[in-house]
Nanobody, 116 residues
Framework: QVQLVESGGGLVQAGGSLRLSCAVS????????LGWYRQAPEKQRELVAD???????NYADSVKGRFTISKDSAKNTVYLQMNSLKSEDTAVYYC??????????WGQGTQVTVSS
């Protein structure tokens, strides 16, 4: 059974930093990418960043240059380093396992609140 456990969310002032972690356990077939999504109140869930097994990263335009996604394959963990945080980054952040021709796996979500 696949489980995704997120940590690292919290309250931070604008301009500050946070690092999210997502520990993935279980056997995953057809993996395409590990990623982070976010959902703000009354908005749709959106991709923040993802990274392929080969290390190729993709970012939403709104976070380019501020956020960095990385992974530690030995620990089965994916990270999201968030710098220069803005109030508009406030959202629930979800870890995601995206697979080819299979359903995704999702974490439970972690709240990130940026105060201005």
């Amino acid at each position: 059974q696949v489980q995704l456990v997120e940590s690292g969310g919290g309250l931070v002032q604008a301009g500050g930093s946070l690092r999210l972690s997502c520990a993935v356990s279980g056997t995953i077939s057809n993996l395409r990418a590990l990623g982070w999504y976010r959902q703000a109140p009354e908005k749709q869930r959106e991709l923040v960043a993802d990274i392929t097994p080969g290390g190729s990263a993709n970012y939403a335009d709104s976070v380019k240059g501020r956020f960095t996604i990385s992974k530690d394959s030995a620990k089965n963990t994916v990270y999201l380093q968030m710098n220069s945080l803005k109030s508009e980054d406030t959202a629930v952040y979800y870890c995601n396992v995206n697979r080819f021709r299979r359903s995704d796996y999702w974490g439970q979500g972690t709240q990130v609140t940026v105060s201005s």
